[in-house]
């Protein structure tokens, strides 16, 4: 599956698009996607059974939603001893960004990770408690 979020800023909080508000975040690990939910959340506008369909796009409410992801990833991917390492398909129009933003680096024509550089800088720009 390719990823096709595109990183609008790199912030310490989510921002409201609108009215600049601030807006600490938390997550919560859901229990095992089964197949019957992965067909409702796709129904109901969800990508990648974690991305609000109001947060899609360019017009998406907040701002930094993207990288934070990739920051709560790369946190999951450090806590259980794999260096922060996050790989993942883009597509071909993002590549440059995500080399920009995220610090990923290419490994053939679509696939790129996240390194543990990368990762540790992602982790502490979104988890003020690290």
């Known amino acids: 599956m390719e990823i096709d979020i595109i990183i609008d800023i790199i912030t310490s909080c989510l921002i409201n698009r609108v009215n600049g ?13 089964t197949e019957s939910k992965d067909r409702e959340l796709k129904n109901k506008g969800w ?3 974690w991305s609000a369909p109001y947060n899609v796009g360019k017009d998406g409410i ?12 790369c ?3 450090w806590d259980n001893e794999n260096e922060g390492y996050v790989q993942f398909t883009a597509k071909n ?8 933003t995220l610090r990923a680096k290419q ?3 679509h696939n ?3 390194d543990s550089y990368g990762a540790i800088a992602l982790i502490h720009k979104y988890f003020k408690e690290i």
Do not use: R
């Open 47 to 49: 990508k990648f059974d």
């Open 75 to 77: 946190k999951e991917s």
């Open 62 to 73: 907040y701002l930094g939603v993207g990288a934070h992801l990739f920051a709560i990833a």
């Open 112 to 114: 790129m990770y996240i």
């Open 93 to 100: 129009n993002l590549i440059e960004h995500n080399k920009e």
């Open 107 to 109: 490994i053939d024509w």
């Open 21 to 33: 508000k601030e807006y600490d975040t938390e997550y919560k690990l859901s229990d095992i996607i």
